[in-house]
């Protein structure tokens, strides 16, 4: 597609996978999925079905750059960047944008987290194509909203208004996570979507509407360059807020489209996600290893090595690492965030 980019996100350290997800290696570069690749890796697959190699910007953290590099192999080691800090997605799309503005000033741009799980490319790219057309024709963002399959409280969603053409809305409202009432009532009505933290718009809109909605993130942006991999100078980068784009600047545009999704979308965000993703058995245990069920179901289990066995219990995630042992409610994956911020406290922070 002509003049078409890619923004591929690789931040955050997935703290609601631990112990898998770590800082030094956090979810982006775990293969999740048996006999597949790493997310990221699997990102930048699908995106190339629709954008050149040498128009994807992939944006993580400097820590991991070496790491980044060898995931993104098929990437001009030019558009792989590291970032000095951790400042959210605002300041990410921030700095792509104005890296691909500068190199072209007409450009459309797909921003697209890395740790998602798409693997209908076919889907993916008659989704996107409908994204360009809307985006180019109106000048606005196109962002990407997958049908509910169940009643999500964990997931923000979108309102759909009126319909435009065949898979594109008008965009009603953003909606934060709702409760499980609501989220049920969501799915009744079939006029929501999931945020599927992926959308389009030429890179013009993207820079002016970062210039109104977060000027204190824009006014930095003429002083920052990528140098070998790296943002210069870092303190201007390490001064941005840190905000999500959600929040920053998409939750406020006044005029804005959904498009449908058609294709499956999981942000493999909980060990619950895996249910849909490992195998299953006969009990509907989600099980990647080993295991040995008794009057036990819909449990997600993860082994390496040993045999995992268990008796009587339903709905629990049992994860297990050469050094680390999770046992967890299958439905408690907000409690993880709390779990990994209490390791250093205990003088462990080797695993966190």
Not at 195 to 223: C, E, M, Q, W
Not at 235 to 250: G, N, T
């Amino acid at each position: 597609m002509k003049n078409l980019w890619a923004i591929t996100m690789v931040g955050g350290h997935g703290t609601r996978l631990w112990p898998l997800s770590r800082r030094k290696t956090p979810k982006p570069f775990l293969k999740l999925i048996p006999g597949k690749p790493s997310l990221l890796e699997a990102t930048i697959k699908r995106l190339r079905t629709t954008v050149p190699a040498n128009r994807i910007l992939i944006i993580g953290s400097e820590h991991h750059l070496k790491s980044l590099r060898q995931a993104a192999k098929s990437i001009p080691r030019a558009n792989i960047i590291g970032e000095p800090a951790s400042r959210n997605t605002a300041a990410t799309v921030a700095f792509g944008a104005s890296l691909i503005s500068k190199r072209d000033p007409d450009a459309l741009v797909l921003v697209a987290p890395a740790d998602h799980w798409i693997a209908n490319h076919k889907g993916f790219r008659k989704t996107v194509g409908a994204a360009t057309r809307i985006a180019k024709l109106t000048s606005s963002f196109a962002i990407f909203g997958a049908t509910p399959t169940y009643p999500a409280s964990s997931y923000g969603y979108l309102r759909a208004g009126r319909k435009t053409a065949g898979s594109v809305y008008e965009l009603k409202q953003f909606v934060e996570k709702p409760n499980q009432r609501r989220a049920e009532e969501f799915l009744r009505t079939g006029k929501f979507f999931w945020h599927a933290g992926i959308f389009l718009a030429p890179v013009k809109t993207i820079l002016d509407s970062i210039r109104r909605y977060a000027p204190l993130i824009y006014r930095n942006l003429s002083r920052l360059n990528a140098v070998d991999g790296k943002i210069v100078p870092p303190k201007w980068f390490r001064s941005m807020p840190s905000i999500s784009i959600d929040y920053a600047v998409l939750e406020k545009l006044n005029n804005a489209y959904l498009v449908r999704c058609d294709f499956d979308w999981c942000d493999v965000g909980t060990w619950k996600s895996f249910d849909g993703l490992w195998p299953k058995d006969q009990l509907q245990n989600s099980v990647w290893g080993t295991c040995l069920p008794i009057n036990s179901r819909r449990n997600v289990i993860y082994s390496q090595d040993k045999m995992i066995c268990l008796q009587g219990v339903d709905d629990l995630v049992v994860i297990d690492t050469p050094d680390a042992l999770l046992v967890s409610r299958k439905d408690s994956a907000e409690e993880m965030r709390e779990l990994v911020r209490a390791l250093p406290k205990k003088k462990i922070k080797r695993l966190s």
